[in-house]
């Protein structure tokens, strides 16, 4: 059995801003659909520092 598959930018996805999902066409002719909620899933994003630092160059 051979496993096919191909890294895709959320860039190269069409977005729907009805469904909050975004779709890309897979190679078997139906649509591979993920929702921001899936995307955004476990990621976490920090909060800007507040602490400066000179670097010298």
């Given at each position: 059995m051979s496993?096919?598959?191909d890294e895709v930018e959320?860039?190269?996805f069409q977005y729907d801003e009805d469904s909050e999902?975004?779709?890309y066409p897979c190679?078997?002719?139906d649509?591979?659909?993920i929702t921001k909620d899936q995307f955004m899933r476990g990621e976490t994003?920090?909060?800007p520092s507040?602490?400066?630092e000179l670097?010298?160059?």
């Amino acid at each position: 059995m051979s496993v096919f598959h191909d890294e895709v930018e959320i860039e190269d996805f069409q977005y729907d801003e009805d469904s909050e999902a975004y779709f890309y066409p897979c190679p078997c002719g139906d649509n591979f659909c993920i929702t921001k909620d899936q995307f955004m899933r476990g990621e976490t994003v920090s909060p800007p520092s507040t602490h400066k630092e000179l670097v010298k160059c």
